[in-house]
């Protein structure tokens, strides 16, 4: 059959055609995710987010193309020439680079949108017609100007669409899956359009001789098959990279703010707190820390702990840490205990130690927080010697129950220790005769402390040696005992 000078219609694959929607939905989709990963990157991470995303974008959009135009069949062999193609691949991924390059700033204007929708579309006309001048077939292509320029303004409207979408529905914290979804169908069904509008345009007439075919290759159906699953391989990859990537900045994002929160805490601790590693060298000192032991927090990061206790527990320490990273046992970790520390200046000094540890990434960390008892044991020094040195017989009852005198006239007061407290009145300070002391009737009154009743008042003997009128008592005085937490009852 002679067909020079015929102009031969092509046709439609239709699961081609369908494979190719396909693709360019996910291709859209693709654009959503890693819109909002050069979003939320900065300085470097974005540019390689804007690279790689543009990438599997290009390939995305380019294999839309691609899959459509092998769709086309026409009553004659077509061959594509591979540097053509690659050169049509690299218009679609500069046109994917502008596109991601706009949607990714914080804010897109008017102006923005247009320029960059101007940029997108040139570059998805200039892949489209790319590829279309790779194919080698005995036939010349002719243009419908009009179509041509109508596939243009498909293209540029479709990017503006497109841009205006990815831009809107970026953020997936801010939109329901739903809508990026409905967005990205939106976006993959608009790019096609541009492509079956410009292969309405063309038309062939066959000629005599076949163009050169030395770098071209034939592709099957199979084989555009075989192109769309691959492209939506490469996009599903690209999906789930920017997903792995989001979580792990997510749990990146609530250790700082984990750690800010306890900063904000430990630098406003009155209580010294010290970091330490395995090796029991220091890693935090926070302010407190440097009130307390005199040591500025960059002298002594990287030194050892030992740095803070006195000379002769530096053995123990060493081998206290050995033993609990060898075994797990723990002597000090978990606990509040009293220890002595040491001073910039030499000083030793007591504390009280709560000790912690933790782990990150398989390593064991320490974290102690220490208090200064200095002021408190110069305080109970300071109470214990104005009980010795007191005229009166003082009795301090604690919450246990066992009581102790004190005081210079301690002999005159007849007691027997008082047994633990019930919830009977306690009967452990007690006259030695039966009858009313200095005409105090027994259990005149009591003293209540918590769910404990401490003392009676007639449980307290006045000096044994003062003669007092019948019916005349001097009341002991009670009063709450700071150390200890029990109750002082003196006359």
């Not at 034939?218 to 920017?242: F, K, M, N, R, Y």
């Not at 800010?260 to 009155?270: G, I, M, Q």
């Not at 407190?288 to 320490?317: K, N, Q, S, W």
Request: one cysteine or more; glycine letters at 10%.
């Amino acid at each position: 059959m002679e067909l020079a000078g015929m102009i031969l219609q092509g046709s439609h694959e239709p699961s081609l055609v369908l494979l190719s929607i396909v693709i360019a939905v996910a291709a859209a989709y693709a654009a959503l995710d890693l819109a909002g990963r050069a979003t939320a990157a900065r300085g470097r991470v974005r540019v390689a987010w804007i690279i790689g995303g543009a990438v599997a974008m290009g390939i995305g959009i380019n294999a839309m193309h691609f899959v459509g135009m092998l769709g086309y069949h026409l009553p004659f062999a077509v061959l594509y020439d591979v540097p053509t193609v690659l050169a049509s691949l690299l218009a679609a991924i500069l046109a994917s680079c502008v596109a991601l390059f706009v949607v990714s700033r914080p804010e897109m204007r008017p102006g923005d949108a247009l320029i960059g929708s101007l940029f997108m579309g040139a570059g998805i006309v200039t892949m489209h017609y790319t590829g279309m001048a790779a194919m080698r077939l005995a036939a010349d292509a002719q243009y419908d100007p009009l179509l041509v320029a109508l596939s243009v303004v498909v293209a540029i409207s479709v990017s503006l669409v497109g841009l205006w979408l990815v831009f809107y529905l970026r953020d997936p914290s801010a939109r329901t899956w739903w809508r990026r979804v409905g967005g990205a169908v939106v976006v993959g069904l608009a790019i096609p359009s541009m492509h079956y509008v410009a292969m309405a345009a063309v038309q062939y007439t066959p000629v005599a001789e076949l163009p050169d075919v030395s770098h071209a290759i034939q592709i099957s159906s199979l084989g555009a098959v075989l192109i769309g699953v691959a492209t939506l391989v490469v996009l599903s990859l690209a999906v789930l990279t920017s997903v792995v990537d989001r979580r792990l900045e997510a749990k990146a994002t609530a250790l700082v703010e984990s750690e800010e929160r306890f900063r904000a805490v430990a630098e406003t601790a009155s209580d010294a707190i010290v970091s330490a590693d395995k090796r029991g060298h220091i890693t935090y000192f926070n302010p407190g820390a440097e009130r307390i032991f005199g040591y500025a927090a960059r002298d002594v990061i990287g030194r050892p702990l030992t740095l803070l206790m006195p000379e002769r527990f530096h053995d123990a320490h060493r081998q206290g840490l050995a033993r609990f990273l060898t075994t797990g046992e723990a002597r000090v970790v978990g606990r509040t205990v009293e220890l002595v520390g040491r001073r910039k200046e030499g000083v030793e000094f007591p504390l009280e130690l709560s000790l912690a540890s933790w782990k990150v990434g398989g390593d064991t960390f320490f974290t102690g927080i220490i208090r200064d008892l200095t002021e408190h044991k110069q305080a109970e020094a300071k109470f214990r010697g104005l009980l010795e040195a007191a005229p009166d017989a003082i009795v301090i009852v604690n919450r246990e129950g066992p009581g102790r005198t004190r005081g210079a006239t301690r002999g005159s007061a007849r007691a027997a220790p008082i047994p633990r407290a019930t919830s009977r009145p306690s009967q452990g300070l007690l006259c030695r005769s039966q009858s009313p002391c200095h005409g105090v009737r027994p259990g005149a009154l009591r003293l209540t402390q918590g769910r404990h009743r401490i003392l009676d008042r007639d449980q307290f003997e006045p000096h044994r040696n003062r003669r007092r009128p019948p019916g005349v008592g001097r009341h002991p005085r009670y009063h709450r005992s700071q150390a200890g937490g029990g109750v002082t009852a003196s006359e």
